[in-house]
């Protein structure tokens, strides 16, 4: 299939990204302005200008609009509070849904606040997140579930992003990961596409998409060797990409390990996002090729092109198709020497 006329099929499928939808806030602050505080004697850091975006699931949600899928939709769980407010206007002008966002009195959204030196434009001081310190209400929980069984049959792509680290505050719950097993199995021709960061083992009969160091903690967890086939089988995925960066990605599914190889990148910006601009191009691909390889491969070229941007960066069909030109392949995406399959 030509690099053009796949963008040009992404305007007819749409996705739904699941998961933890945050708001990424990026601040610049003066150091000039940092005299200490009368009343404390702490120092101040002087903000001057910020930036709001959509981050965690909301990246790949901003990739997949940018790619142009004619509809995306994000679900997860969001505070009544401003940051909430912000995320909604940063979906909105990305041309995201949001509608489907639950919203839970008391809680804070989900943020993370960046400080970026002004003078140089590095981010050089800590960073503050504002985490969910608990699990979601009952109540909340099953509005998330009842939302994603009623939402995700109208989509063609389901793309789940589990980004919490602890156990407490995400929005992939075990009652959402349980319908989306369910959705899954019942919807056998669906992508399916999963990236959590510490709990992949608790997923079934999905796609997994994991990083070298995720798919190793998976592992461990289980108390079994660094095996991707066992982690495979366990999981009941039909396919596992593991990603490693520069080094390109690996599929793992019942015929063996594959590796894909990753367009090299010459002292990338920022690869902040890289993983999330992966699973939006790769699971679009896959969608339209049903060939895991083709998805890898478009998945690579996708966090190429965003890791040579500041912060969460996008690719549109533009810049996708001048990087097939720069590789000498705008006129298909690679076969897999294997034959075409289904990715289920």
């Given at each position: 299939?030509?690099?053009?006329?796949?963008?040009?099929?992404?305007?007819?499928?749409?996705?739904?990204?699941?998961g933890?939808?945050?708001?990424?806030?990026?601040?610049?602050?003066?150091?000039?302005?940092?005299q200490p505080?009368?009343?404390?004697?702490?120092?101040?850091?002087?903000?001057?200008?910020?930036?709001?975006?959509?981050?965690?699931?909301g990246?790949?949600?901003?990739?997949?609009?940018?790619?142009?899928?004619?509809?995306?939709?994000?679900?997860?769980?969001?505070?009544?509070?401003g940051?909430?407010?912000?995320?909604?206007?940063?979906?909105?002008?990305?041309?995201?849904?949001?509608?489907?966002?639950v919203?839970?009195?008391?809680?804070?959204?989900?943020?993370?606040?960046?400080?970026?030196?002004?003078?140089?434009?590095?981010?050089?001081l800590?960073?503050?997140d504002y985490?969910?310190?608990?699990?979601?209400?009952?109540?909340?929980?099953?509005?998330?579930?009842?939302?994603?069984?009623?939402?995700?049959?109208?989509?063609?792509?389901?793309?789940?992003s589990?980004?919490?680290?602890?156990?407490v505050g995400?929005?992939?719950?075990?009652?959402?990961r349980?319908?989306?097993?369910?959705?899954?199995e019942?919807?056998?021709r669906?992508?399916?596409?999963?990236?959590?960061?510490?709990?992949?083992e608790?997923?079934?009969?999905?796609?997994l998409?994991?990083?070298?160091?995720?798919?190793?903690?998976?592992?461990?967890?289980?108390?079994?060797p660094?095996?991707?086939?066992a982690?495979?089988?366990?999981t009941?995925?039909?396919?596992?990409?593991?990603?490693?960066?520069?080094?390109?990605a690996?599929?793992?599914?019942?015929?063996?390990?594959?590796?894909?190889?990753?367009?090299?990148?010459?002292?990338?910006?920022?690869?902040?996002g890289?993983?999330?601009?992966?699973?939006?191009?790769?699971?679009l691909?896959?969608?339209?090729?049903?060939?895991?390889?083709?998805?890898?491969?478009?998945?690579?070229?996708?966090?190429s092109?965003?890791?040579?941007k500041?912060?969460t960066g996008?690719?549109t069909?533009?810049?996708?198709?001048?990087?097939?030109?720069?590789?000498?392949?705008?006129?298909?995406?690679?076969?897999?020497?294997?034959?075409?399959s289904?990715?289920?």
């Amino acid at each position: 299939m030509k690099v053009e006329q796949a963008l040009e099929k992404f305007r007819e499928l749409s996705a739904l990204v699941v998961g933890d939808v945050c708001l990424d806030r990026w601040c610049r602050y003066e150091p000039v302005f940092a005299q200490p505080s009368r009343e404390t004697g702490l120092p101040r850091v002087a903000v001057t200008s910020y930036e709001s975006t959509a981050g965690a699931a909301g990246t790949v949600a901003s990739n997949l609009a940018a790619l142009g899928t004619g509809r995306v939709a994000a679900l997860g769980v969001i505070g009544e509070d401003g940051h909430g407010f912000e995320l909604r206007r940063a979906l909105e002008a990305r041309g995201i849904e949001h509608d489907a966002l639950v919203v839970e009195p008391g809680r804070p959204t989900f943020t993370y606040t960046k400080l970026i030196n002004d003078r140089t434009g590095v981010e050089d001081l800590p960073r503050i997140d504002y985490v969910p310190p608990r699990d979601l209400a009952p109540e909340t929980d099953a509005e998330l579930v009842r939302r994603f069984r009623t939402l995700a049959p109208a989509f063609d792509v389901i793309v789940v992003s589990d980004q919490a680290e602890i156990d407490v505050g995400g929005a992939v719950t075990p009652g959402l990961r349980e319908a989306i097993a369910e959705f899954a199995e019942s919807k056998p021709r669906k992508t399916v596409w999963v990236d959590s960061r510490a709990r992949a083992e608790r997923f079934r009969s999905v796609l997994l998409k994991l990083n070298r160091e995720e798919a190793e903690d998976a592992c461990h967890r289980l108390n079994i060797p660094l095996d991707h086939q066992a982690l495979r089988r366990y999981t009941s995925a039909p396919t596992l990409i593991v990603t490693s960066g520069a080094e390109g990605a690996i599929i793992i599914d019942h015929r063996g390990v594959t590796p894909v190889p990753a367009r090299r990148v010459e002292q990338p910006v920022d690869i902040c996002g890289a993983g999330d601009s992966f699973n939006a191009g790769a699971s679009l691909m896959l969608t339209l090729t049903g060939d895991a390889m083709q998805a890898a491969s478009f998945g690579n070229l996708i966090a190429s092109i965003t890791i040579m941007k500041s912060g969460t960066g996008t690719a549109t069909p533009g810049e996708v198709i001048r990087a097939f030109q720069q590789l000498g392949e705008a006129s298909c995406v690679h076969n897999d020497k294997r034959g075409s399959s289904p990715h289920r």
